[in-house]
């Protein structure tokens, strides 16, 4: 697989990964909020619970005179049951739990006590009423009764009084049947009593009746009230409420497990690619030695490619070279040939007068000499030495043999030139005369100028710069090489001028060529630039040159002009 | 474990606040009636929505009802009808209350069965003989095209109009229907000279009949439930006050037979007629009826008056927003 391939699968890997939780986590109740919003909405129904209590006691006491403040803490305490049930008791939240079956029997709970406290005020309200107004009408019939002489209707009012407040404010110690006997008992006094007294018997009896009911009832509503199990039910929901969070906890476990899972599969993930990476780098490591040996190989290669093109170079330069030199040397060699047999012919014309003087001067030594033979002999030498022609006497044969040992000397200075050329190492540095270096270079180049016209326009007193004899005949031969190239084999003009400029020694070679375009121009110095035919050039002359003059801190100028010719100048150092 | 041990530290202290919030109470003024309060909490904006929905008569199915219609805002919130009328000339077949310190009832509607205003709001535009319309659904309906609705709800819900939206608005609004200030408000707070001494000698006569025993507190009744004819069988009485059953209607208790929510007696003198079914036209006879079937016993003419002074005492300022 490829890298980048991997790595993408990872990330979005990472990144499904992440959401995932993201995702598990937000869908998780904040369980530290929800305990301590919880934990203090029970706080605060258990506290408005007891507030309910003890304002019911307050009211029954008549130490509150309304029911206002009841009513604001009843009312606190339904809302916030029911803040409960729309918020973290939700039915649908909560179903199917132990929660849920807790809630609703508090919330029933909460429902019945409402109506406990609601049936409470109701009975109580009556009760208050009755049990100020039943001592009052009792107390106006009793004088009513004493005034009539009615004694024992007077002491039973009087005795319904005292039962029925005893009863009322804080029971009897008579049994609730009797205490509610006096009802009717008083209703009964109606036939002894006077009759305008009718009506307020009936109410007495009345408001009795109702104390005593009304009693009971209040005292029975608030003892539901109190005995309420609301508060003692909170525990409860609260430990339920706990158990369904420890349920949802399962859920903050299986984010938890998926969390882990999580980590260890990026571990896993981040592990693959630190090996991948790792690999990934000793190849590296091991691609970049072989890179390096295979550019350190082509860069041997160059270079000895280089060097074999320079060398080359130099035996193409040699080769022309030794034309030029055979051309040379053919010439005194032709005539010197020609000479030795000339004198070879004329020393063989020779011989017969030669043998006529060893006759002679056998015949003069003889003691026994006749003066007829020697006389005979000495004509017929006469003879043989008027036979030879003028063109063999020995003048002429020294004229040849002195033309002969003029060639002889041209061959050795050409050999001379010969010899410096071939010796290819750094020579030492040198006093060198750059005129005598141009001529040189005329007569080894002379085959290759061929019929072109030569110009020389030589310094007389040029100073000597410092340089290597061999380096500068080959600077000087490549130029005149390329110049040759250049122009026309018959109409073609070098000329080679020299001059002092300054504190450098200028020589130029100027052609009447086909001149170098501004693009090649800029090229020409460059190793193996050439405009020739494949296998003509070697396109190093002018690069060797190059590096030659810079060698010898010098310069190298070319200027041309396309159709006109080039003009190329050396600047040498003088020597100091 | 639920922290018992702070809760039962946290319960001590606050019954020993709610002691000493009692004393202070109590300190103030041990009266069974208290002022009506002269600050309330408002969102003046969801106020301002409010009431415009509360005269809004496309609340209704046929655009001839609002909820102002029944509770007269010039008048005192209620009307002179003794049942209202709802679409198409029906009529209900309980007395408007006055919609003035409503929210001071502990629950809304003469038999208690809303919870709060926003509640009771919810009611009469669905109920087919008051506002009429088939379903909350219907309503929105016909508000959406309403932009000024809408704008303000986005503003002050940050949601559409919605059912919601109007019945919490126009709760706010009824809020502010406060009459504070009465002349016995006035008395209760230190002003000896603001009611005068047959009121002051009504207000006696109102305790000691027992009439406080159930109307007492700020807004004089509106805090608990009682029983119609508690000490004399109503059916005694020739208005047709015994047919209704009241909160037995809600609850099917035996004991809520009749049972109705004891109403305020802050504007009683203003809003005649009387009872759940606005049988009664007097303020003399509803009194009468009241001493005779609650408190069984009869009063003299004088005293009857004297109550009705000191019940002319209760009526306070018009509410300002209104």
Redesign the interface.
């Known amino acids: 697989m490829k890298n980048s391939l991997l790595f993408a699968l990872i990330l979005l890997i990472a990144a499904i990964g992440g959401l995932g939780l993201l995702y598990l986590g937000s869908n998780l109740p904040d369980n530290d909020l929800a305990n301590r919003n919880v934990?203090a909405q029970?706080?605060k129904i258990?506290?408005l619970d007891?507030?309910v209590n003890?304002?019911s006691l307050?009211s029954r006491a008549n130490?509150?005179?309304?029911?206002?403040?009841l009513?604001r803490s009843?009312?606190a305490l339904?809302r916030a049951v029911s803040d409960l049930s729309l918020g973290y008791f939700n039915q649908e939240k909560i179903s199917g739990s132990l929660l849920e079956t807790r809630f609703n029997s508090f919330k029933a709970t909460a429902e019945i006590k409402s109506?406990q406290v609601?049936?409470f005020?109701?009975h109580n309200?009556?009760l208050?009423?009755?049990e100020?107004?039943a001592p009052m009408?009792g107390s106006q019939l009793s004088l009513i009764a004493r005034e009539n002489a009615l004694l024992d209707v007077e002491n039973l009012y009087r005795q319904a009084v005292i039962d029925t407040l005893e009863f009322a404010k804080q029971g009897s110690t008579k049994p609730v049947g009797e205490v509610s006997g006096y009802a009717d008992r008083i209703s009964q006094t109606e036939s002894v009593m006077p009759q305008d007294a009718a009506?307020k018997i009936l109410?007495f009896s009345?408001?009795v009746s109702?104390a005593i009911d009304a009693k009971q009832k209040t005292d029975g509503y608030l003892g539901q009230i109190l005995n309420s199990s609301l508060s003692d039910q909170?525990?409860d929901l609260?430990?339920a409420w706990?158990l369904w969070q420890s349920e949802q906890d399962n859920s903050q476990k299986v984010l938890q497990y998926c969390t882990i899972a999580y980590v260890a599969t990026m571990l896993a993930l981040i592990g693959v690619l630190a090996f991948r990476l790792r690999s990934l780098y000793n190849n590296l490591d091991q691609e970049v030695d072989a890179k390096a040996k295979e550019i350190k190989v082509a860069y041997e290669n160059l270079h000895s490619s280089e060097r074999k093109l320079q060398q080359s170079e130099k035996m193409a330069s040699l080769g022309q070279l030794v034309a030029g030199v055979a051309h040379e040397i053919n010439t005194p060699l032709g005539y010197i040939s020609s000479n030795i047999d000339t004198i070879k012919l004329k020393l063989n014309k020779m011989v017969p007068v030669l043998n006529k003087v060893e006759e002679l001067s056998d015949a003069a030594s003889n003691p026994s000499r006749e003066k007829t033979a020697l006389n005979t002999l000495l004509k017929e030498q006469i003879v043989a030495f008027r036979k030879i022609d003028a063109g063999s006497k020995p003048e002429r044969i020294n004229t040849l043999l002195k033309d002969s040992t003029e060639g002889l000397l041209e061959i050795k200075s050409i050999v001379d030139s010969l010899t410096n050329f071939s010796h290819v190492e750094d020579g030492p540095l040198q006093e060198v005369d750059v005129n005598e270096r141009i001529s040189s270079t005329l007569k080894m180049c002379a085959n290759v100028v061929g019929d072109r016209k030569i110009i020389t326009n030589l310094s007389d007193d040029l100073p000597m710069v410092s340089g290597v004899h061999n380096q500068i005949l080959q600077v000087f031969t490549n130029i005149i090489t390329n110049a040759a190239h250049a122009t026309d084999a018959q109409q073609g003009v070098i000329t080679v001028e020299t001059a002092l400029k300054d504190s450098d020694v200028e020589i130029a070679f100027i052609d009447n060529g086909s001149g170098i375009d501004d693009e090649s121009l800029t090229r020409v110095l460059d190793p193996f630039f050439t405009t020739k035919e494949v296998g003509e050039g070697t396109g190093l002359g002018l690069s060797i040159a190059h590096q030659i003059v810079d060698a010898h801190k010098g310069e190298l100028n070319i200027s041309s002009t396309v159709g006109e010719g080039t003009r190329v100048a050396v600047l040498l150092p003088v020597s100091v | 474990m639920f922290q018992k041990g702070f809760l039962r530290q946290l319960g001590v202290l606050t019954v020993a606040v709610l002691g000493v919030t009692l004393s202070t109470v109590k300190a103030q003024s041990g009266e069974p009636i208290q002022p009506l309060p002269t600050n309330i909490k408002i969102n003046d904006s969801i106020a301002a929505l409010g009431k415009q929905l509360f005269f809004d008569k496309r609340l209704s199915v046929d655009d001839t009802i609002s909820c102002a219609s029944c509770h007269d805002i010039d008048g005192w919130g209620a009307e002179a009808k003794s049942v209202s009328e709802g679409v198409k000339k029906q009529l209900g077949e309980r007395n408007s209350p006055t919609v003035f310190n409503s929210g001071l009832n502990f629950k809304q509607f003469w038999d208690g069965r809303a919870d709060d205003l926003s509640h009771q709001a919810s009611g009469p535009v669905v109920n087919p003989i008051e506002m009429g319309m088939p379903s909350w659904d219907k309503v929105l309906e016909k508000l959406e095209g309403d932009q000024e609705y809408q704008k303000a709800a986005n503003q002050l819900f940050g949601s559409a109009l919605t059912k919601d939206v109007i019945v919490e608005a126009i709760a706010e609004y009824e809020k502010t229907l406060l009459t504070p200030n009465s002349p016995f408000d006035r008395y209760l707070k230190g002003d000896a000279g603001a009611i005068s001494d047959v009121q002051k000698k009504g207000y006696e006569l109102f305790k000691s009949y027992g009439c406080v025993s159930c109307h007492q507190g700020m807004n004089v009744g509106g805090n608990m439930f009682q029983k119609f004819g508690v000490l004399e069988d109503i059916a005694m009485n020739d208005r047709s006050l015994s047919n209704d059953l009241g909160r037995y209607m809600v609850t099917n208790n035996e004991w809520d037979k009749r049972v109705f929510k004891v109403p305020s007696l802050r504007l009683a003198t203003k809003t005649a007629p009387y009872f759940h079914n606005g049988s009664v036209p007097t303020i003399e006879e509803a009194v009468d009826i009241m001493i005779k079937f609650q408190l069984g016993r009869s009063v003299p003419q004088q005293d009857r008056d004297a109550i009705i002074k000191f019940l002319e005492s209760l009526v306070g300022e018009k509410p300002k927003g209104s």
């Open positions: 934990n029970l706080l258990d506290n007891s507030s003890e304002l307050r130490l509150d005179t309304n029911y206002d403040l009513v009843t009312v339904e109506d609601e049936d005020k109701s309200s009556v208050r009423n009755s100020k107004y009408v009506i109410e009345k408001h109702t909170i525990e609260y430990n706990s």
